[in-house]
Every structure is written in C-alpha cells, then in structure tokens.
C-alpha cells in the first residue's frame, strides 16, 4: 500500500509512506512526514488492517485529527476493462464492476478492491474515486488495440489491447508538454515507463495511440520478471509437451521470466554491474534494451513526428547506462544522447533532431488531481 496525503491548493505533500508485504510473516512500514522518516516492522495481517495503521500514523504524527479533514481518497485501480474511461466516483455498482474485472488483473485488482473497501469501513461517508491505469489508453483506435482474433472474443470476453501505466503515461504528457512549451494538444512523444515492470506508449496530439502491454501487463517490453512478447505457440508447447499446467505456465511468464529468467536477477543497478563481467547479465541488459529499441523505432513509425522521448521510471529516471545503451545506435533516426549529460531534464546532443527528456513521474499526484477534478464536477 503505497500512499501519499496532499494539500490540493497547492499540491504540496503533507506526507507519504509505504506498507509493504502485507499478510506476510512481517510487514515493513515507512512513513514520511517533511525531512523526517519512521520505519516500523509489524505483522499486518490484511488491507484492512494496514488501513489501521495508515490513519495511526496520520494521528500520531498530527497531520490530521479526524478522517473529517480528508476531502476523498484516490485509488489506483489497474483495470478498468471497457467500462471507464476515465475518473470514477466509486460505489457498489463500480465494486461489482471491478470484481468482474478480476480476471483480466488477477494479480492487483483484489488488492485494489481490498485497499477500497477498507477505507470503505473505516469512514463510509468519504468519498472514494477510482483511477484507472488503462483509462489514458481508451484513446487507441481499434486497430491498435484489436487482436486479430476472431471477433466474437472481443464482443463477448474483452479480449483487447487495454494498455497499462495510463496514470504515469498521463502524468509525463502534460510534464513534458509544459517543460517543451507546447500546448499538450499539440504534443508527440514517445513515453518509456521503465521500472520493474516496463511500458511504451505512443503519443500523438497529447493522446495515447499505441502502447506495448495488452490484454493484461504481461505484454510487451522484457520486465523485472515477466517476458513481455512471446509466441504464443510456446504456451501450447509447454503444456503439451513439457507438461506444465496452465498455472505453472502463467507463474512462469509472469514471475520467473524477464529479467530474472536471463540472469536470476531483476536489480537494474546489479545487472549493469555484474554485465562488466558476466555474459548472462549481458544477454539480459541487451535483451532488456534490444526490446525498448524495436519498439521506439516502430513507434516512431506510427507517430511521423516525434518531439521527444522521455525516459521515466525507476530505470528510466536512474539508470543513465541504461540511456545510453537504448540511444545507441539510433542516431539515423535523429536520435543522439549526450553522454556527458546526465543530470539535467534534457540529455540529448545539440545536434538531435528529437529531445530526450528524463521527467520524474508521479502517479500519486496525478490521481490527487484527477480526483479533485472529478469532485468538482459532481
């Protein structure tokens, strides 16, 4: 559960923090208040329960005194399937749409579910909205985002590309729109959301038309542990014929490949040490790379014009060798890094013909405006 309390008149922090591993044998919590941070370790037994130890700190450290004084609570929620496109003030229909949605985001939308029904019980009458991950992307056409699968899929399961990492996609828009000084309906770039789980996007006239994950987050561009693109032909081939379950199968894909699966590692910072010397780190920056690489020159297809690339994330914000080895080689699109500049928002050469940009996200504030914006409206 990660969390951050914002003043809205100015979009200051008030403070942040960070529950983790929640239901295991311990859970670690740390919690930011101005220069100052706690550590605490405990057993947390469920959402609910770390929701208790959320509004303790918020008492304990005076930020507030009642639940009274918090206008709403955003949520991230990873799937929206077709049915919200943006924003939504959450109530039981919208619970009941979202536990339909569990199958398309087995992994994270019970816990989305779990985090809102139990701010739910602990303040019935605050109002809650739901921020959708794939919300960004509804702007694809649909032949960006239908399979070629026969078209009854679609119609009666959902089966498309939905498109994840919306909410920082969004949030890096209108960033870079505002750092380039261009109205973001004016505004072409080619976002790289790269961090343990890693996402393309696509943007044409500050909307997204194309991004790398799919149907869920397992598509797309090699991550921390899951394989991105694969043919789908070795699902069937490892079923078939190496016996896997399809359970095996989906942990395989989403938890022991990757990065992981090529060198037993998801640490950015300790693959781009060991690679000096170790051919498997190697193979997987490389992949890891190669990866990014396809798809900004495919994008750059799409898009005709690109203002700029803009590397944000974990990685993408910290990891200047990872830059420079995605840059490499791209000069023929006009692509040129400066490799002597790394800590600036602009890294490119005077001779680029596109920017390239490292902008910081922030999916937390950009659910607290999205909120607050939804609230004034209804």
């Known amino acids: 559960m990660k969390f951050k309390l914002f003043s809205m008149q100015d979009q200051s922090v008030l403070c942040s923090g960070l529950i983790e591993r929640i239901a295991e044998d311990e859970s670690n919590v740390t919690f930011s208040l101005k220069e100052h941070t706690r550590y605490k370790r405990l057993h947390i037994k469920d959402h609910e329960e770390a929701l208790n130890v959320l509004f303790d700190l918020l008492f304990d450290s005076g930020v507030i005194v009642t639940l009274d004084e918090l206008g709403a609570v955003g949520h991230r929620v990873v799937h929206g399937g077709e049915f919200y496109k943006?924003?939504?003030?959450?109530?039981?229909?919208?619970?009941?749409?979202?536990?339909?949605?569990?199958?398309?985001?087995?992994?994270?939308?019970?816990?989305?579910?779990?985090?809102i029904r139990a701010v739910t019980a602990h303040a019935k009458e605050l109002m809650q909205v739901a921020v959708f991950d794939t919300a960004f992307h509804h702007s694809m056409p649909a032949k960006a985002y239908r399979y070629a699968l026969p078209r009854e899929l679609y119609e009666k399961d959902g089966i498309r590309r939905y498109g994840f990492h919306g909410t920082s996609h969004a949030y890096i828009t209108k960033a870079a729109a505002g750092y380039l000084n261009k109205e973001v309906s004016d505004l072409n770039i080619i976002s790289l959301h790269l961090g343990n789980g890693a996402?393309?996007?696509?943007?044409?006239?500050?909307?997204?038309?194309?991004?790398?994950?799919?149907?869920?987050?397992?598509?797309?561009?090699?991550?921390?542990?899951?394989?991105?693109?694969?043919?789908?032909?070795?699902?069937?081939?490892?079923?078939?014929?190496?016996?896997?379950?399809?359970?095996?199968?989906?942990?395989?894909?989403?938890?022991?490949?990757?990065?992981?699966?090529?060198?037993?590692?998801?640490?950015?910072?300790?693959?781009?040490?060991?690679?000096?010397?170790?051919?498997?780190?190697?193979?997987?920056?490389?992949?890891?790379?190669?990866?990014?690489?396809?798809?900004?020159?495919?994008?750059?297809?799409?898009?005709?014009?690109?203002?700029?690339?803009?590397?944000?994330?974990?990685?993408?914000?910290?990891?200047?060798?990872?830059?420079?080895?995605?840059?490499?080689?791209?000069?023929?699109?006009?692509?040129?890094?400066?490799?002597h500049v790394q800590d600036r928002i602009e890294v490119q050469s005077a001779a680029s013909a596109i920017r390239i940009c490292v902008i910081p996200t922030d999916e937390e504030l950009e659910i607290a405006v999205q909120t607050r914006a939804l609230l004034s409206v209804v």
């Open 86 to 115: 943006q924003a939504t003030l959450i109530d039981e229909e919208v619970l009941s749409k979202l536990e339909s949605l569990i199958p398309l985001a087995p992994l994270h939308n019970p816990a989305n579910i779990a985090g």
């Open 199 to 339: 996402s393309v996007c696509a943007v044409s006239k500050g909307k997204s038309v194309d991004t790398s994950m799919g149907m869920t987050p397992l598509e797309g561009l090699v991550m921390g542990s899951r394989s991105g693109d694969i043919d789908p032909s070795i699902i069937v081939y490892l079923h078939q014929h190496k016996g896997y379950s399809i359970e095996k199968i989906d942990h395989l894909l989403n938890h022991e490949s990757g990065l992981i699966g090529l060198c037993g590692e998801n640490d950015m910072r300790a693959i781009i040490k060991k690679a000096k010397t170790d051919q498997d780190y190697r193979l997987a920056l490389d992949v890891f790379v190669y990866r990014i690489q396809k798809y900004i020159g495919a994008y750059m297809a799409i898009l005709g014009k690109v203002d700029a690339i803009v590397f944000t994330g974990g990685i993408g914000e910290h990891a200047s060798e990872v830059r420079k080895m995605v840059c490499s080689g791209l000069e023929g699109l006009g692509i040129l890094l400066d490799p």
